[in-house]
């Protein structure tokens, strides 16, 4: 990849979109796999539900994995698929913000017996697979509080809890949004000496975060402020 700090973009993993609404064969996806990783690309794969999820699973056993490959979306996963994902090595990016936009949709629209399936956190968590959050903007909520407020709360617009046993604590769901762009699930970025300087400053103690509904004071990219919430305006760059 290029070197941090570097204006140009950096080649990622090779998406692969598993569509329910056209599934490849097992022999299709095994095939874009290995073409992927024999150029030296992880797969980041689209999978909504466990029918997509369980046919990337079984063509990655057969072409192998490589460091890196994740499931994007990850909405409905069996409790029991959880170790075979890390014993692929595989890392989840999931987006349990669309529970506070659309979770009523899903629990009246579901078999009950999906609803313990939908965007789960903590069971990953527990079975050592990596676990990034994302908004999936536009489609889901852009705000990463919200998503984080979701992750631990798991509560749906009405107020219905969807899998309780998922929630999150507030740790665990802030370092999912905080590790390296190019390590989702990885160790959480720190503020150090000669990192970049991409900071949320807060108005409120760390630990009363999760109980402040706005509790974003600043935000820098780079070390320019691009956001101030008292309403003074962006520095430019």
Known sequence: G????????????????????????????????RAAHAAGRAVAA?????????????ALDDAGS????????AALVPAELAPEMARLGLRVVTQPGFLAHRGDDF??????????????CATFFRAGVPVALSSDAPYGPLDPWT?????IRRHT???????????LTFSQALDAYLAPPGDPGGPARRVRRGTPADLVVLR????DVPAD???????????????????????GG
């Open 2 to 33: 290029d070197p941090a700090g570097s204006p140009y973009p950096a080649v990622g993993p090779y998406k692969i979109v598993i569509a329910d609404s056209g599934l490849p064969t097992l022999d299709e996806l095994t095939g874009r796999i």
């Open 46 to 58: 689209h999978c909504v539900t466990r029918e997509a999820l369980v046919l990337l699973l079984v």
């Open 66 to 73: 490589l460091p890196g490959d994740r499931v994007e979306h």
């Open 107 to 120: 629990l009246r629209d579901l078999p009950t017996q999906d609803h313990q399936d939908l965007y789960r």
């Open 147 to 151: 998503v984080i407020g979701a992750a």
């Open 157 to 167: 617009p009405a107020g219905r809890v969807a899998g309780p046993g998922e929630r």
């Open 204 to 207: 409120t103690r760390l630990a």
């Open 213 to 235: 509904p706005e509790p974003v004071r600043a935000v820098l990219v780079g070390g320019h402020l691009v956001w101030d919430g008292l309403g003074a305006g962006a520095a």
